[in-house]
């Protein structure tokens, strides 16, 4: 009896350790088809992205070739120039319409800018000071056609010099080109010349360079300064030759601007600048104006 109870319990726990293992394996097989399931929808995503990504760039194409064709119709409608001839210089072709073809593009560039409205600062007998050539007096404003744009000029003339400029109204504010000082101007210039002259101790060449710079800036005051640091007045040490050069060229320019702004004749304009630095009592004076 004993015997036949053990059996029973055995197989009745066989029958338990069975029914939990096929639990277990369905569970598993669940689980990996709810995984399968979720691949083929990823699949099937991404296949139909790719797909609409083709569609996308076959419109594309297909746009892009109706545009080549209409092109070559628009084109056929204007007349065909007919081709230049073609040299052969070291065995290499040279088309001349190439060339042609750039300069035609930089006239239309030129051409296609439009010209700027400038007020005129100066009129005609006006006096003016351009720095490298000193007083000058403007003759005419007249428009010119330079490299296809039409440009307006000031017409400077400067009698001494014998020259005439032709300068543009636009680049007169660039090239310090200025008015004639006034009176009241002129006349505080004139204490600077009756100051003592302040000479730097330095070599003669460096001095040289700065007094050129400063004649040449087309500052009235500069000159001016110019004119009182190289005057040699009644009993004083002569001058060399390249100090008298700088003097001379200092002097003339400042003399002319006084003659041009207080609007006096040279004689008088001498006679009160000679006053002012002491060269009244010379017999001679060091320019012949």
Known sequence: MKKKNLKKKSISVRKKSASKKNVV?????????????????????????????????????????????????????????????????????INPSHYQAKKVKKVLEI??????????????????VYPTHGVGCVIDIEKREVVGQNLEMYVIEFIRDKLVLRVPVEKAKALNLRKVSKPSKIQSVMKILAQKARIKRTMWSRRAQEYDQKINSGDIEQIAEVVRDLNRANNQIEQSYSERQLFELAYDRFLREVMAGLNIPEENAIKKVDKVLGRDKIKKAPLAI
């Open 25 to 93: 394996l369905k569970k598993k097989k669940r689980i990996i088809k709810k995984k399968k399931d979720a691949l083929t929808k990823k699949k099937t995503s991404v296949i139909k992205k790719k797909k609409e990504v083709r569609k996308k760039k076959i419109v594309k194409e297909k746009i892009l070739k109706k545009n080549k064709d209409a092109k070559p119709s628009s084109k056929s409608k204007l007349p065909i120039a007919s081709k230049p001839s073609e040299k052969k210089v070291n065995n290499r072709l």
């Open 111 to 128: 051409k296609a800018i439009k010209e700027k409205k400038v007020k005129k600062i100066f009129g005609t007998k006006d006096y003016v």
